[in-house]
């Protein structure tokens, strides 16, 4: 019986054989786990963008044009978002391109600090604050603690 080799075009599901690729040079097309770390970072820059500015993944899906699964997916990195798109959530999100990979040069993503989650806690929560009076009155105070 004969061994296939390297280059043996192996069977779809359907049974037949894929034209020309060789077998290795479709695996070779896999995501690295280097473009993984990527996509996972963009997509927590996009949460982080997101919770800043006090939405909710289903306002940030409604404004650029998707469905919350696909913002939820987009935000773990678990699907790379196209460039059209990262614009487009660029423009959306009032930053440049260049916000999200913010962080990268040779670092690996680092974990959310309990301290740096409070802080994107407290941004959310005083930018639903719709009375203006109020908004001030935090900042005040704020201040003042800050001083001390």
């Known amino acids: 019986m004969k061994q296939p080799d390297e280059t043996s075009k192996p069977a779809t599901a359907n049974?037949?054989?894929?034209?020309g690729v060789p077998y290795r040079a479709?695996?070779?097309?896999?995501?690295?786990?280097?473009?993984?770390?990527?996509?996972?970072?963009?997509?927590?820059r996009v949460r982080e963008r997101r919770i800043m500015l006090g939405l909710t993944q289903q306002q940030l899906a409604d404004l650029i044009g998707v469905t919350y699964q696909q913002a939820h997916k987009y935000e773990r990195g678990?699907?790379?978002?196209?460039?059209?798109?990262?614009?487009?959530?660029?423009?959306?999100?009032?930053?440049?391109?260049?916000?999200?990979?913010?962080?990268?040069?040779?670092?690996?993503?680092r974990a959310v600090s309990p301290r740096e989650r409070m802080c994107l806690e407290l941004a959310r929560n005083f930018a639903q604050i719709t009375n203006e009076r109020?908004?001030?009155a935090l900042s005040q105070l704020a201040r003042v603690l800050a001083t001390d």
């Open 15 to 19: 049974g037949k054989q894929r034209a």
């Open 26 to 44: 479709a695996a070779s097309r896999r995501s690295t786990g280097r473009t993984q770390d990527v996509d996972r970072h963009v997509g927590a």
């Open 78 to 109: 678990i699907n790379r978002i196209s460039a059209g798109r990262l614009y487009e959530m660029a423009q959306v999100l009032s930053v440049p391109v260049g916000y999200f990979f913010d962080g990268l040069q040779g670092e690996g993503t």
């Open 134 to 136: 109020h908004q001030e």
